[in-house]
Nanobody, 126 residues
Framework: QVQLVESGGGLVQAGGSLRLSCTAS????????MGWFRQTPEKEREFVAG????????LYADSVKGRFTISRDNVKSMVYLQMGSLKPEDTAVYYC???????????????????WGQGTQVTVSS
């Protein structure tokens, strides 16, 4: 079993920055592909960013490319999402997810991830 706990959400003005963190426990973190997703009441959960086990392969959604940076620390069993130049449309609940299947590929699909955190709210005011 894998437990994921996100933190770092909050209220920020447009143009500002936030860093989300996700702590993983329960199994060997370095074997997981990690991802960040987000969801609003109006939209389905969408892929934001994903990172391979050693950090060598990273994917971003087009909507956040150039503004968000995903990274990981396998010693601390943590993954981060540094968010900059935030826009009101970035407002959502952000979820950390883990693909523990030992794949080397980073997927944009929700179904590829077996474990999910409880989510952290990010609100960007205009």
């Amino acid at each position: 079993q894998v437990q994921l706990v996100e933190s770092g959400g909050g209220l920020v003005q447009a143009g500002g920055s936030l860093r989300l963190s996700c702590t993983a426990s329960g199994r060997t973190f370095s074997t997981f592909v990690m991802g960040w997703f987000r969801q609003t009441p109006e939209k389905e959960r969408e892929f934001v960013a994903g990172i391979s086990r050693n950090g060598g392969n990273i994917l971003y959604a087009d909507s956040v490319k150039g503004r968000f940076t995903i990274s990981r620390d396998n010693v601390k069993s943590m993954v981060y999402l540094q968010m900059g130049s935030l826009k009101p449309e970035d407002t959502a609940v952000y979820y950390c997810a883990a693909d523990a299947s030992r794949t080397i590929a980073v997927s944009r699909a929700q179904l590829a991830y077996q474990y999910w955190g409880q989510g952290t709210q990010v609100t960007v005011s205009s």
